[in-house]
Structures are given as C-alpha cells and as structure tokens.
C-alpha cells in the first residue's frame, strides 16, 4: 500500500523547508535508509531518509519550492499503484506530470493540462537526477575542513554520490597533513606521503608535491571580447537569507562602532601554559575561547549591552546566551551558547567548539541558531586589524575581534618598545546605547583580557 514521506520539522520554530536537490526519481526502488532529497532552512541543512520501502511513486515537490512542514513531498508504493486514487483518498492535490517522469502536486492550474497518464506507465525507471560528482553537505563540510577535494573521490552513496563515509575513507587512506597544510590545501586528494612526521603532508609538499610535474604554463591568447566571462548566481537558501537580514539590520538600527585595543601578553602566556596541559580539552582552549569567556564575565556588569530591543521595548536579559559567528560552506551562521555565563573556561570552549562543527557539518538544531542575546564575530585568524560588525537585530551589540598585532609603546623610562595588543570592534545600537555605556563595557572588556588570568580564577 502507498505511503506518504512528509516534510520533517527541523526545530521547533521552522515553519517550511527548501527542497534543493532530489536524490531519486520516480520508479526507483528505496528502503528505510534511502536519502531521498536535500533540504535546507534559512539556518541549516540535512538529508531526509524514506523511512519506508518500496518504490518511488511520485515527487509531490520540485527542487527549489518551499514546502511546510509535515507536508507530504514523496508518495512510496508498489509499482502500478494509482497515485491519483491514493492522493484523492488522503485529501491531497492531485499531482501534474513533469520533466522526466517526476510529479507535482497542482492546487489550480493556469492553463488545461491533459490528463495525467496511469502511474504504471509513470512509474518506469528513469535517469537519476543526482549528477555525476556530487557531493552531499556533510561530506562537503568535512573534505572543506580536511582540505580534500570531494568532487574527486569515488562515492558510494545513492547514484554514486560521494557521502561523509568516503570523505573519511580518503582521510584514512593517506598519511594526512599537518595543521599548516591543511590550512592552506586546496583540492587536496589523500593518498601520497608527504615528507612531514610520519609521512603527513606538508606546505612544502602542496607548494612542490614530489614526482609531479609542474605543468607548463598555458599559451598566450587573445584576450575575450569585453566583458570577458563571467558567472551569474541567484541568491538563494541561506545566502538570500544572510542578504535580507544584513539589509534589515542596517535599515531598522542606529549602528555605531567602537574600537580599542588591549595587552595581549596574558592571553598569550595563558594560552602557552594551557596548551601544555594534561587535560585535552583544557589543551584545546585558544585564545578565541578566552575572548569570549572575558567577553560574557565582562556583560554581567553591563546590562544595557546584553539585550534585545523590539516595538520600541528593550529587554535586558539576566543571562548571558552568546552568540558565536560561524563561517561555514554554506553561508555565516550563527549557533547560540545558552547560559554561557554559568560555563567553566573548560566547558565554554568544548561546547562552543561543537556548536561551531554542528554548524559547519550541516547537523546543527536550528533552535540553536536564534536566541543570542549578544554575539561574538572573530576575525582575528585571518589577520584583520579592524571591522566593523553588524548587529544581528534584535540585538543591540555585537564585538569583533581582530588579529594580535606589535604595536608602539612608551615605556616608563622614556624608551620606545613594542608589545602584543589585540584590538576589539563594537558595534551597538546607539538608539539604546549611548557612547559612554559602550566605552565603559569596552574599558571593562580590555581589563578582564589584560587580566586574563584573573578573570578566569573569577
């Protein structure tokens, strides 16, 4: 008997969800653990498995609609089964045929269509629509963190769709890189040894891979007529989503920014001592994590900071849910640490480090992409001085984080030297926070990372 894979809900607040790419076609066979389509929220992403078996009846979506949730969106069966009686049983839109044997549901066509033909002709095996070469988001989130290029790997998941457990077949395959090569690898393929500690690859060997031959450099043509190639890419799913709110921030706020730097020589000496630490996760702590840490303790005493303002009402929050920028393969995302004011350092840097890699790999709740009462952005890796953030409303402040940089110093005998300093970007919502209330909290957030070491025993 036919049966019906719905929409499912991913969190609690996610209303509908944005069918990207269908992973099967109508008349094809499935089982419980077949991926039948990818799906995403303006927040997150995953693959919906059928949980029932049988054969591909009819696709009641086209990739790209915006579906509800609990809505149902693929129709499973026994071959001949009459999806039309089934549908009109259930009290579903009859279904309209389409491009290479899939189906759509059709409330009220613009203009007549001829009848839709018996699903046993519909129902014969068609081309996959999974293309040659693609890759699923968590195994794209994981070849991106590993520096390896998924496209090339052989897959082993529907229609040869290269899936994590290939991704992580490679990984094991060869010796692996060293942090620094992984850092800079581009379409890296594991297999060959490099010339690093235990045969890991290293920037020498991506800059200059032994037995390789560096390819001739290609001949001069004459150049495109103007303007030359060019790729056109509609904004869609998250990256639209990112746009609309980035716009929206700016045209509903007040936004100012302000910067200042601090000492950096605790956080860096703290950094150095945990890193030798017995204990791995306090190992794992870097000085992001310390930032942060400082930052929350820092909000206990500035409530005006730590809060929401909406129809004309700012809300203080007692409590301190961090929001953490994530730069992730699909767009900035933004996961939530729930009472980060009541985290050990340990705690705050293993749960946020999680949060972090649900975001990137695709498997994050969106329930823990909202509620931040006040958010962190880092930049600091990739060496910038300063930025300026913008809030993520209906927040009314957001801090960025710049790079550790040698600046100028008068020492006390008159002597000019250097020191370590990073530097801090706040941005608030001068509607709610006057320019006095934000230097006060940046004053107070460069003496807790002076004091490192003082503010984490606190």
Not at 107 to 132: F, G, I, R
Not at 405 to 419: C, K
Request: charged fraction near 15%; proline fraction near 7%.
């Amino acid at each position: 008997m036919a049966q019906v894979v719905v929409m499912p809900q991913l969190g609690n607040t996610v209303e509908s969800c944005l069918v990207t790419t269908w992973l099967v076609g109508v008349g094809d066979v499935v089982d419980a653990s077949t991926l039948l389509c990818e799906i995403e929220t303006d927040k997150s992403s995953m693959e919906v498995p059928a949980g029932v078996s049988g054969t591909v009846l009819a696709l009641l979506a086209e990739e790209g609609d915006d579906v509800p949730v609990k809505q149902p969106i693929v129709v499973v069966g026994e071959p001949g089964e009459n999806v039309e009686e089934f549908l009109a049983g259930a009290g579903l839109p009859p279904v309209t045929t389409g491009e290479a044997g899939e189906v759509s549901t059709s409330d009220a066509p613009a203009v007549p269509e001829p009848a839709p033909e018996p699903l046993a002709a519909a129902a014969a095996p068609v081309a996959s629509a999974v293309p040659s070469g693609a890759v699923s988001p968590r195994a794209r989130a994981l070849a991106s963190s590993q520096g390896i290029a998924a496209a090339a790997l052989a897959g082993t998941g529907p229609h040869g769709r290269v899936i994590e457990r290939d991704v992580q077949a490679a990984m094991a395959a060869g010796p692996g890189l060293t942090p620094g090569a992984r850092a800079q690898a581009e379409g890296f393929v594991p297999g060959a040894a490099g010339t690093g500690i235990g045969g890991r690859v290293t920037r020498a060997d991506l800059a200059a891979p032994a037995g390789v031959e560096v390819p001739a450099a290609p001949a001069a043509v004459a150049p495109a007529e103007f303007p030359g190639a060019f790729t056109d890419t509609p904004l869609k799913g998250i990256r639209k989503v990112i746009s609309d709110r980035m716009m929206n921030s700016l045209a509903t706020s007040a936004q100012l920014t302000y910067t200042a730097t601090a000492p950096a020589a605790g956080l860096l000496a703290l950094r150095a001592r945990l890193k030798g630490a017995a204990d791995a996760e306090l190992a794992a702590v870097t000085v992001g994590d310390l930032v942060g840490y400082a930052a929350v303790r820092t909000l206990a005493r500035h409530a005006v900071v730590n809060a929401h303002l909406e129809d004309n009402t700012l809300r203080t929050f007692a409590s301190v849910h961090l929001g953490m920028a994530v730069d992730t393969p699909r767009g900035l995302l933004v996961p939530t640490l729930r009472f980060a004011e009541t985290l050990t350092l340990r705690d705050f840097s293993k749960r946020s480090k999680q949060l972090a890699l649900d975001a990137i790999g695709g498997s994050i709740s969106p329930d823990l992409l909202g509620g931040a009462t006040f958010t962190v952005s880092n930049l600091g890796a990739f060496g910038i001085e300063s930025f300026t953030p913008l809030l993520n409303v209906p927040q009314v402040a957001i801090l960025g984080v710049d790079a550790i940089f040698p600046r100028a110093v008068v020492n006390p005998d008159g002597t000019v030297g250097a020191e370590q300093r990073i530097g801090f970007s706040l941005t608030a919502d001068h509607r709610v926070i006057d320019g006095a209330d934000a230097a006060r909290y940046l004053k107070d957030l460069c003496a807790a990372v002076a004091d490192i070491d003082l503010t984490v025993l606190g």
